[in-house]
């Protein structure tokens, strides 16, 4: 592949996973203002209706869905960690403080990096890996870890989801490598995930108003593009290129939250949004030299 051509799909990359980042913090609004329910039965609506949406471009698309050899362990590798990822930050949500359970979803990047080294060998240049590192230290001037994050079983189920959603999106790109449909990879997942957590759903059903239903029904659309996006993202480029762009989630995040919860960043925030922004454009500005070269 040409340079060209190179530089072309890496700045798809960075698109869809900016817009992944706009779909998954507006999913966590709606699923803030659908209230006081079990993170299972918010986790299967999302993911049902992530499905619906993947069944109708899948159809749209007029491609039939091919499973061809070896793509079934990247698409349960995809679909299991995914899963887990899921459910452990929904848990760790509902028993942590946000701040606590945000900062451990966004180890993922920084995972999302280590597990493509370690399962597809994409070597990681040093100034890549000190970008998800720096980046990763932004987040906790933003998100500022309370000093008893440790001291509950909830933090470290948090922590296993940042794991499991890294090693996610590894297997996506392994997926996209393959050049397996987009739109089949985000239907088996989905399809997936309401199967493991269908039965948890109908042994502790709790009844919703139509109100909550309606936010969850908004929060499984936004899901779905952040799913498309992110999927996206990983087929087009590496991690180690594109993950560090994930961590935008967090000034969506801040508008949202002055938006509809009058929210305002304090000083060490700032501080966060800075660096993370310095090291965005720093690891820019370093891959558009390195394709030009």
Known sequence: MSNQNKGSELYKGIMYIVFSAFFFALMSVFVRFAGDIPSIQKSFFRNLISFFIALFALFKSGKKPEIRKGDLRFLLGRAIFGTIGILCNFYAVDNLLLSDASML???SPFFSVVFSYLLLKERISLPQAMAVVTAFLGTLFIIKPSAELFETPAALIGL??????????????????RKVEKSFIVLFFSAFSCLATLPFLIADFHPMTLKQLLFLIAAGIAAAGGQFSVTSAYCYAPAKEVSVYSYSQLFFSMIFGFVFFSQLPDILSIIGYVIITATAVGIFIYNKKKQSS
């Open 105 to 107: 979803n966004k180890i």
């Open 160 to 177: 296993l989801g940042g794991i499991c959603a890294g090693a996610a999106y590894t297997f996506v790109r392994a997926l996209g490598l």
